[in-house]
């Protein structure tokens, strides 16, 4: 139902810059969702990064307040996530997600659809 096409993913040093974009398919107009972006390091579980609900309210996890910010492009379908100031650990695979809630959740469980993922590395 949802098809969602990370990319901008890349190698950059400490401190660089990243835009991360996720393209949507499927999105009927009308229904209740919340997207974000979350991210697996190896060894570690999926976490939330960033979720914006259908207001364009966004949330941040900690660790990336001041930092990332998530924007939505509508006419393009297209969901950002600009990070900047990026540190090693920020270090992960990046996933965009869409759930079918009006709610925005931290719970990858309440997450229906997910993209491919897209790499991000951070050297020091």
């Known amino acids: 139902q949802v098809q969602l096409v990370e990319s901008g993913g890349g190698s950059v040093q400490a401190g660089g810059s990243l835009r991360l974009s996720c393209v949507v398919f499927?999105?009927?107009?009308?229904?209740?969702?919340?997207m974000g972006w979350f991210r697996q390091a190896p060894g570690k579980g999926r976490d939330r990064v960033a979720t914006?609900?259908?207001?364009?309210?966004?949330t941040y996890a900690d660790s990336v307040k001041g930092r990332f910010t998530i924007s939505r492009e509508n006419a393009k379908n297209t969901l950002y996530l600009q990070m900047n100031s990026l540190k090693p650990e920020d270090t992960a695979m990046y996933y965009c997600?869409?759930?079918?809630?009006?709610?925005?959740?931290?719970?990858?469980?309440?997450?229906?659809?997910w993209g491919q993922g897209t790499q991000v590395t951070v050297s020091s």
């Open positions: 997600a869409w759930s079918w809630k009006w709610t925005c959740s931290s719970r990858i469980a309440d997450y229906n659809y």
């Open positions: 499927g999105y009927t107009y009308g229904s209740n969702y919340c």
């Open positions: 914006m609900n259908m207001d364009g309210i966004a």
